[in-house]
């Protein structure tokens, strides 16, 4: 198959952006967060710290666009950032009591605001969806 406007790894790209672009409003309108600094944060949800450098590996960003939203971030008071006592030269990101009710208020928000999205679809085709995602992410991050 031609790489084409009509090709499945275009659809994906598009449905991807608009996905982003849509999260973005919403959170901006509701919670004055960024859906860059939420993606930081579910990287956070999952760990009690990490470094800049790592997340940025996660998300497949770079380490200065990482940078701008943990500042931003840290300035809001979401995530704060301290010196790793094994190894002085490093920083370890964390996220603050209020970081965490933010993120888990946004999950929230996201999770409603999809809800119209995918509710066309039945249990058999969210769950084929969902393996079929997972089974491209498990290949992506080879």
């Known amino acids: 198959m031609k790489y ?3 090709s499945i790894g275009f659809s994906f790209q598009s449905v991807s952006s608009m996905l982003a672009r849509h999260s973005d409003n919403v959170l901006q309108a ?8 939420y993606k930081v ?7 009690l710290s990490a470094k800049q450098v790592d997340i940025a590996e996660h998300l497949s960003q770079t380490e200065a666009s990482i940078s701008r939203q943990i500042k931003q971030m840290q300035h809001e008071k979401l995530i704060e950032v301290k010196v790793n006592p094994a190894n002085r030269r490093e920083h370890l990101v964390s996220m603050t009591a209020k970081g965490s009710r933010i993120y888990s208020k946004a999950t929230d928000l996201l999770n409603r605001v999809y809800w119209p999205v995918f509710r ?3 249990d058999s085709e ?8 997972q089974i491209l992410s498990n290949y992506l991050s080879k």
């Open 4 to 6: 084409t406007q009509d």
């Open 41 to 47: 944060m579910t990287v956070l949800s999952n760990i």
């Open 126 to 133: 969210l769950r084929n969806m969902q393996n079929s995602l």
């Open 120 to 122: 066309n679809l039945n």
């Open 30 to 37: 509701n919670l004055n967060l960024s859906y860059s600094q």
